[in-house]
């Protein structure tokens, strides 16, 4: 099911690099609304998320073929998109942090949603089973820069400690993942 | 083989928590390494389970239209085509750290190698005046240079292969002063290095905005741009 869906995803992208608007509706119906949920847990608001999409998709017109299916599906590579464009948008705070006098924080539950995403991840993939085995500092680490886009220091703060600290679980948090996969 | 530093990017790149400017540099330099794109793949690959639990949400209906609705400016561009660098060419291929500095600083090698090849003499004559970087506004990266000299004349390097459709021409323009507004300089049938007489203006200036539109062929029908811009940029002294 997942795999139908990856294969349609590159048909369509293969026609919207031939300028076939249609395909790209299609990819859009099929996509946005997860598109919408991955940008909003970094950006926080739905009205940016937005804007993260429209600008995705334009983007993913534009560049339609520079997408490689050799490199991976269709999804991987939008979802790339949407996670870089959603992180610009983040870390300039004056897109974010300063609109009715709201910050991040009161926008939501970061630290919950990144949990919540481990919670959520099935007990058979790997990558649940690799971080369950990293202690608790350096998994929630690596989830809050993965899943809401926080920055070392953001994450430093959040877990009140020192900034060479946090870089050092993350790398070796991340070291200790990728050996686990492999 | 990926080194310390090498995985320390990868992760950056990956987690997140990567400069953007690092990041743009970064995504230039996996252009051109297939190794290290697999790495990073590989990785992307594997944390992007953490992507699939996110839920759902509602689209506003409005959405998709207003998508449409800009595809008509927004022209489609081609396969990237990089430079490789002089070093690589030379040597058959390299790897490790100074595959990264040289791709950070291959589009402004690329151009300063052009330029000084294409010319000859060094000082002299047909050192150009001003050289104005062109960037696709929609992501900064850039797209094209031009390299304007004294006798009205300009070069353009093409970073970028734009499409252009049957019946396009890419059209070259720049903005002297506001008064006089923007004047053609010339029209390229695709992506190109070529060089352009240009009509007689003023001599080129430090600030003086330079930028390649699509228009149908032959030329603008207005004599100004009237089609999507596709890169733009503002002309600097070069050191000499």
Redesign the interface.
């Given at each position: 099911m997942l795999d139908r869906t990856a294969d349609e995803a590159n048909a369509w992208m293969a026609r919207v690099?031939k300028?076939d608007?249609q395909a790209?509706?299609m990819l859009?119906?099929s996509e946005?609304?997860?598109m919408?949920?991955?940008s909003?847990?970094?950006v926080r608001r739905?009205d940016l998320?937005?804007e993260v999409?429209?600008?995705s998709?334009?983007?993913a017109?534009?560049?339609?073929?520079?997408f490689d299916p050799e490199?991976?599906n269709a999804r991987?590579w939008l979802?790339?998109i949407v996670?870089?464009r959603s992180?610009?948008m983040l870390?300039d705070g004056a897109r974010v942090d300063h609109h009715d006098g709201e910050t991040l924080e009161a926008l939501g539950d970061r630290v919950g949603d990144a949990h919540?995403?481990?919670d959520?991840?099935?007990d058979r993939?790997?990558?649940?089973a690799c971080l369950s085995r990293l202690d608790e500092t350096k998994r929630r680490s690596?989830?809050l820069?993965?899943?809401v886009?926080m920055?070392?220091g953001e994450v430093a703060a959040k877990l009140d400690a020192p900034l060479g600290t946090v870089k050092a679980w993350?790398?070796r948090g991340?070291?200790a993942?990728?050996e686990c996969?492999a | 083989m990926s080194t310390n530093d090498e995985m320390d990017r990868i992760t950056g790149y990956v987690l997140g928590t990567m400069e953007a400017d690092a990041r743009d540099a970064f995504e230039a330099e996996m252009l051109r390494d297939a190794g290290l794109r697999a790495r990073v793949d590989r990785l992307a690959g594997q944390m992007s389970a953490l992507d699939d639990t996110a839920l759902p949400e509602a689209v506003p209906e409005g959405l998709w239209a207003q998508i449409e609705t800009r595809l008509g400016a927004t022209p489609q561009l081609g396969r990237v085509t990089p430079f490789p660098p002089a070093a690589a060419r030379r040597r058959g291929g390299f790897v490790g750290r100074q595959a990264a500095l040289m791709a950070a600083s291959l589009i402004v090698a690329a151009a300063v190698g052009y330029f000084a090849g294409g010319q000859g003499t060094g000082l002299g004559p047909r050192d150009p005046v001003v050289i104005a970087v062109l960037v696709n506004e929609a992501d900064g990266s850039p797209g094209a240079i031009v390299e304007a000299f004294g006798d009205d004349s300009v070069n353009i390097v093409s970073l970028e292969n734009f499409v252009v459709p049957e019946g396009k021409v890419l059209e070259v323009w720049t903005l002297p002063d506001a008064d006089t507004g923007p004047v053609s300089l010339g029209q390229l049938p695709q992506a190109q290095r070529a060089t352009l007489s240009g009509p007689n203006l003023p001599l080129p200036d430090a600030g003086q905005l330079y930028e390649i539109t699509l228009e149908d062929a032959p030329a603008s029908p207005t004599g100004r741009p009237t089609g999507p811009i596709l890169v733009k940029g503002f002309a600097r002294v070069p050191v000499l």
């Amino acid at each position: 099911m997942l795999d139908r869906t990856a294969d349609e995803a590159n048909a369509w992208m293969a026609r919207v690099a031939k300028g076939d608007r249609q395909a790209l509706e299609m990819l859009f119906r099929s996509e946005a609304p997860r598109m919408m949920a991955v940008s909003r847990r970094i950006v926080r608001r739905t009205d940016l998320a937005e804007e993260v999409v429209q600008e995705s998709f334009v983007t993913a017109w534009q560049r339609a073929a520079q997408f490689d299916p050799e490199r991976g599906n269709a999804r991987a590579w939008l979802t790339t998109i949407v996670r870089n464009r959603s992180l610009n948008m983040l870390r300039d705070g004056a897109r974010v942090d300063h609109h009715d006098g709201e910050t991040l924080e009161a926008l939501g539950d970061r630290v919950g949603d990144a949990h919540d995403a481990y919670d959520r991840l099935p007990d058979r993939d790997a990558l649940k089973a690799c971080l369950s085995r990293l202690d608790e500092t350096k998994r929630r680490s690596i989830l809050l820069c993965y899943v809401v886009g926080m920055s070392h220091g953001e994450v430093a703060a959040k877990l009140d400690a020192p900034l060479g600290t946090v870089k050092a679980w993350i790398r070796r948090g991340m070291s200790a993942l990728q050996e686990c996969m492999a | 083989m990926s080194t310390n530093d090498e995985m320390d990017r990868i992760t950056g790149y990956v987690l997140g928590t990567m400069e953007a400017d690092a990041r743009d540099a970064f995504e230039a330099e996996m252009l051109r390494d297939a190794g290290l794109r697999a790495r990073v793949d590989r990785l992307a690959g594997q944390m992007s389970a953490l992507d699939d639990t996110a839920l759902p949400e509602a689209v506003p209906e409005g959405l998709w239209a207003q998508i449409e609705t800009r595809l008509g400016a927004t022209p489609q561009l081609g396969r990237v085509t990089p430079f490789p660098p002089a070093a690589a060419r030379r040597r058959g291929g390299f790897v490790g750290r100074q595959a990264a500095l040289m791709a950070a600083s291959l589009i402004v090698a690329a151009a300063v190698g052009y330029f000084a090849g294409g010319q000859g003499t060094g000082l002299g004559p047909r050192d150009p005046v001003v050289i104005a970087v062109l960037v696709n506004e929609a992501d900064g990266s850039p797209g094209a240079i031009v390299e304007a000299f004294g006798d009205d004349s300009v070069n353009i390097v093409s970073l970028e292969n734009f499409v252009v459709p049957e019946g396009k021409v890419l059209e070259v323009w720049t903005l002297p002063d506001a008064d006089t507004g923007p004047v053609s300089l010339g029209q390229l049938p695709q992506a190109q290095r070529a060089t352009l007489s240009g009509p007689n203006l003023p001599l080129p200036d430090a600030g003086q905005l330079y930028e390649i539109t699509l228009e149908d062929a032959p030329a603008s029908p207005t004599g100004r741009p009237t089609g999507p811009i596709l890169v733009k940029g503002f002309a600097r002294v070069p050191v000499l």
